[in-house]
């Protein structure tokens, strides 16, 4: 098992920057799709951004793209989303999510079903 915990949400006005990290522990594994999804209120959760744990490659949602970067600390199992230029649209709880012995695949990276391990979230609020 993969458990995942997430830090870093808030309070910031639009236009401020915030970073969240999710912290993996449990039986962690070299190759794995690690990343970030959101769900507003009343709306459907979406991918954000995903990174694949060997090499790095990374993916975005349009929405988020140049604005967000996530990242990686192997050593730490960490994986980061800086977020900056943030719009109140931004505002949503976010979600890590890994998917263990798979690369992220740029068709498939933002569907919910393909990941097994989720954290609990962790609230973005951006006011105008």
């Known amino acids: 098992q993969v458990q995942l915990v997430e830090s870093g949400g808030g309070s910031v006005q639009a236009g401020g920057s915030l970073r969240l990290s999710c912290a993996a522990s449990?039986?962690?594994?070299?190759?794995?799709?690690m990343a970030w999804f959101r769900q507003a209120p009343g709306k459907e959760r979406e991918g954000v951004a995903t990174?694949?744990?060997?090499?790095?490659?990374?993916y975005y949602a349009d929405s988020v793209e140049g604005r967000f970067t996530i990242s990686q600390d192997n050593a730490k199992n960490t994986v980061y989303l800086q977020m900056n230029s943030l719009k109140p649209e931004d505002t949503a709880m976010y979600y890590c999510a890994a998917r263990v012995l798979s690369a992220c695949g740029a068709s498939v990276w933002m569907l919910e079903y393909n990941y097994k391990f989720w954290g609990q979230g962790t609230q973005v609020t951006v006011s105008s």
């Open positions: 449990g039986y962690t594994y070299s190759s794995k799709c």
């Open positions: 990174i694949y744990s060997i090499g790095g490659i990374t």
